[in-house]
C-alpha cells in the first residue's frame, strides 16, 4: 500500500502532468462508479468538499437525503498508463461522507473499515491475497459480448492453443504500472478462462486493488476485441470462476496463524479462525456469491465447495489449508466468486473469523477425504453440512444471522438483502430457454 498526503497527491498530479482525476467508489453490490475532474478541481476534492448524489447509487439514500461527499483516499492515488500524447489520467478512490462530516454507514469501504478497526483493537492486522479468475469471449459484429470462447485451451496450456495469452500478458503489464505486484497468470481449466494472482496486502488495500484488477481486464480485453466477464457461471458443463480468498491475521508482525509447537504448525487462533468461518458460512453465502449465478457454480464435478468442512490438503472442503509455513501460513476460503462486493466480502469473512477466535469456536476434525465422493449418510455421519443451494436460501441464513447483521450494519444489512429479493423474485418468475426444451412438446 502507498502512504500518501494530500501533499503529495498534488506533487504527483504535476509531475505526471495530470489533466483529469476519477474519483471513484462503489455501490452496495461492488459496482464501481466514477465522477470525473479536471486538475484543477483536485485541491476541492483533497479538501472533501465534492457533492454528489447518493441516491442515484444503488443502495444509498432516499432523495430526500441525496447530498452525500466524496473523500478521496490519497493512498489509493494512481496514474493510469497514457493511452496517447493527451494530459495523463489519475485515479483516488474515496470513502462516502453525510453532509454532517460523519461517515456514511452504507458505504462498502466504511463496513469494511469498521472491520479493519475491530481487528486491529485485537491487534491483529488481516492479509488477503485473492485469486479471482475470469473469461475472455468473442463480441458481436456490433461489439455486444456473446459466449464464445476464443480458445480449446486447458489448464495451464499456453500458445498457440491459448489464444488469450497476448491479452492476458497486457493486463499482467498494465496492472504492474499501477503499482500491482504479479505472482503468477495462467490459463484456467475452461475454455477461455484465465487467472492473474497478484501479492497479498492489508485487507483495505486489496479490497481496492479487485475493483482495480477487475476495470483493467475488462478495459484491455476491450483493446483486444473481447469482452472480459467476471460472471461466476456464464457456460453449462465447464468449470465457473470463483475468486479464493487466502486469509491470515498477523500481530506485531508474526503470523497468528503459525505455530511450530503443534502438529499441524497452525496455531489455536488459526483453528478458532476456521471455527468461525464455519458456523458463519452459510450465513455468509449471500454476501460471498450474491447472485442467482453464483449457485450455478457451486456444484459437485466442477471443482467448486459445496459442502461445510475443512482440510490440510484435499480441495473438495470449503477451507484449505495451504502447504507453506511460517508467515505464509494461512486459510483459503475457497467458496466466494468475482461477483461479490470485495469490501463486504472481506468484512464478514473477517468478522466471522474474528468471532470464531473471541468465542474459542472449535472446528470440526480436518475432512481429508473427498467429500464429492461421500455418500450422504457418510457426509452425515461426519456432520458435514452444504452450503446453500440457490440466492433464496442463501437470503434466508443471511436474515437470520445476527453476526452478519452487525457486520454489515442496519443500513446495508437491510438494503442488500431487499435488493437481492427483489434479483431472486424477478429470477424465479422468468421462462428460461431449459424450460422450453424440456416442456414444451412433452405437455
Not at 165 to 185: C, H, K, P, W
Not at 335 to 355: E, F, H, I, K, R
Not at 357 to 368: F, L, M, Q, S
Request: glycine share 6%.
Amino acid at each position: 500500500m502507498n502512504h500518501y498526503s494530500a501533499e503529495d497527491v498534488r506533487l504527483l498530479s504535476k509531475e505526471h502532468k495530470v489533466e483529469f482525476v476519477r474519483l471513484q467508489f462503489t455501490d452496495i453490490f461492488g459496482v464501481m462508479k466514477n465522477v470525473a475532474i479536471t486538475i484543477d478541481q483536485l485541491d476541492k476534492a483533497l479538501n472533501n468538499e465534492l457533492m454528489f448524489d447518493g441516491s442515484s447509487i444503488e443502495g444509498f439514500v432516499r432523495i430526500e437525503e441525496s447530498d452525500m461527499y466524496l473523500r478521496p483516499d490519497p493512498n489509493t492515488f494512481v496514474v493510469f498508463p497514457r493511452q496517447a500524447q493527451d494530459g495523463a489520467v489519475a485515479r483516488l478512490i474515496c470513502d462516502v461522507y453525510n453532509p454532517d462530516s460523519t461517515p456514511f454507514e452504507g458505504d462498502p469501504r466504511y463496513v469494511l473499515r469498521r472491520a479493519v478497526a475491530e481487528a486491529a483493537a485485537l491487534g491483529y492486522t488481516m492479509y488477503v491475497g485473492p485469486e479471482a479468475e475470469f473469461f475472455l469471449f468473442h463480441v458481436d459484429k456490433e461489439g455486444a459480448p456473446t459466449t464464445q470462447t476464443h480458445d480449446r485451451a486447458g489448464y495451464f496450456d499456453l500458445a498457440p492453443v491459448d489464444h488469450g495469452e497476448q491479452a492476458r500478458r497486457d493486463m499482467v503489464l498494465t496492472l504492474q504500472n499501477l503499482g500491482f505486484e504479479i505472482e503468477a497468470s495462467h490459463h484456467e481449466l475452461a475454455p477461455g478462462q484465465h487467472e492473474i494472482d497478484f501479492k497479498y496486502d492489508d485487507a483495505l488495500d486489496v479490497a481496492d486493488k479487485i475493483l482495480t484488477f477487475k476495470f483493467v481486464v475488462r478495459v484491455v480485453a476491450q483493446r483486444h476485441g473481447l469482452h472480459a466477464t467476471f460472471m461466476p457461471k456464464p457456460l453449462f458443463g465447464v468449470a465457473g470462476s470463483g475468486m479464493h480468498l487466502n486469509q491470515s491475521l498477523v500481530r506485531d508482525g508474526t503470523n497468528s496463524f503459525f505455530d511450530p509447537a503443534t502438529e499441524t504448525h497452525l496455531s489455536t487462533e488459526c483453528l478458532y479462525y476456521i471455527g468461525g468461518l464455519l458456523e458463519h458460512a452459510r450465513a455468509m453465502a449471500a454476501i460471498l456469491n450474491p447472485t442467482v449465478n453464483s449457485y450455478k457454480r457451486l456444484v459437485t464435478g466442477y471443482e467448486a465447495p459445496v459442502y461445510v468442512a475443512w482440510s490440510n490438503r484435499n480441495r473438495s472442503p470449503l477451507i484449505r489449508i495451504p502447504a507453506k509455513r511460517g508467515m505464509s501460513t494461512r486459510i483459503e476460503l475457497r467458496s466466494p466468486d468475482p461477483s461479490c462486493n470485495p469490501y463486504l466480502a472481506l468484512a464478514v469473512c473477517l468478522q466471522a473469523g474474528l468471532d470464531g477466535i473471541r468465542k474459542k469456536t472449535p472446528p470440526p476434525p480436518p475432512c481429508d477425504q473427498n467429500i464429492y465422493a461421500m455418500s450422504e449418510a457418510e457426509r452425515r455421519k461426519l456432520n458435514i453440512g452444504a452450503l446453500p443451494e440457490d440466492l433464496r436460501e442463501a437470503l434466508g441464513e443471511l436474515r437470520g444471522s445476527a453476526l452478519m447483521r452487525r457486520a454489515l450494519g442496519e443500513h446495508v444489512f437491510n438494503r442488500y438483502a431487499d435488493a437481492k429479493q427483489i434479483e431472486w423474485n424477478r429470477y424465479r418468475c422468468q421462462i428460461h430457454p431449459w424450460e422450453l426444451e424440456e416442456y414444451l412438446t412433452k405437455f
